[in-house]
């Protein structure tokens, strides 16, 4: 669970520095290497955060979900799987980014419709993260393993 | 294929990730469940037992993010869409079904009552019961002590009680659990 929790703060802060190249990019000021570098980090550390997270999902499913916040805290049983989906949902969304970023850099002419897919997909997962991280938290405040 | 053709194919992708995995909310389709007691996964509708479907529902959004992707290939290929407005109702598309699905969840989750699991006899009168299965499950004499020192722990949080002794209740719930372990016969 703290592996879990280090590397979700290490991908909400990954992600930020992503979202803020891609903002920099579509204005003109690019720095692609360092933004392919931010956006492979980021789909690692997403990748990563959610095996980890796999690998604890069937005990704090029972010790925690099952005989506790289902008894206890119904709205954190809720959030719980909420967290769980969207991350799931995330997923391709932040190796997407990652490969088309990588695309982007190794590619000269400056694609406008690309560019603006690439900042919709960094920004869902940014979204997606932060409502992840900050859940997360919240959830291992009121019970953890 | 080129950069905007692979793109389409992965917004393609996306698409099918997205509406596989909130295939299960609209009725029961056929996934992986694990069974987290018996270390067990089934493929099945619906669950026998207390179980979860995260395995299950991603394993679900893979198998439609992968058949997206062939589907998306397919497509690309046929109608040769390169242009920028294809790219664009492309990213449309895909940030509808990314929306669409996390509102699904969202909704669905905003009104769940979840039916607790019944608890484990050992568990009953734990205070804290994850903690205390965990430290007890396996060592029946631990369980008695935990029952002994939270029953002292009662007494002294309470000012009127002076009486140290253990009360007719706390007798007899540990006389059940020595017997639910054996240690009577013994």
């Known amino acids: 669970m703290l592996v879990h929790g280090l590397l979700a703060i290490a991908l909400a802060a990954a992600v930020a520095q992503e979202l803020v190249l891609v903002v920099r990019s579509l204005q003109g000021r690019a720095e692609r290497r360092r933004d392919r570098q931010w956006s492979a980090l980021t789909a690692w550390l997403y990748a990563a955060t959610m095996a980890v997270g796999a690998l604890a999902h069937p005990t704090y499913r029972y010790f925690v979900r099952a005989l506790y916040l289902d008894h206890h805290l119904t709205w954190a049983s809720n959030l719980f799987d909420l967290k769980e989906l969207f991350a799931t949902i995330g997923l391709p969304l932040a190796i997407g980014s990652a490969l088309l970023s990588r695309a982007l850099s190794g590619s000269d002419d400056d694609d406008r419709a690309l560019r603006s897919g690439h900042l919709v997909a960094v920004a869902l997962t940014a979204g997606i993260v932060w409502f992840d991280v900050g859940s997360g938290l919240w959830l291992s405040l009121q019970r953890s393993l | ?186």
Not at chain 2, 145 to 169: L, N, V, Y
Request: proline letters at 6%.
């Open chain 2, 1 to 186: 294929l080129g950069l905007r053709a692979r793109y389409l194919v992965g917004c393609a992708a996306v698409i099918g990730w997205s509406l596989a995995i909130v295939m299960p909310v609209f009725g029961p389709v056929p996934m992986l469940w694990y069974y987290p007691l018996e270390h067990t996964f089934d493929l099945s509708a619906r669950a026998h037992g207390f179980a979860t479907s995260w395995y299950g529902r991603s394993t679900l959004a893979l198998l439609g993010g992968v058949t997206g992707f062939v589907l998306g290939a397919i497509i690309v290929r046929v109608t040769r869409a390169r242009s920028q407005r294809a790219v664009t109702l492309g990213t449309l598309w895909a940030v509808v079904a990314v929306v669409l699905a996390l509102s699904v969840y969202a909704y669905q989750l905003a009104h769940r009552v979840p039916v607790p699991e019944p608890l484990p006899t050992a568990f009953k009168h734990a205070a804290t019961p994850a903690r205390s299965l965990r430290r007890t499950d396996h060592d029946p004499g631990a369980q008695v002590a935990h029952e002994i020192r939270r029953e002292r722990h009662d007494q002294a949080a309470t000012p009127r009680c002076r009486d140290s002794r253990p009360t007719r209740e706390t007798v007899q719930r540990v006389a059940e659990l020595m017997d639910d372990a054996g240690l009577l016969e013994a």
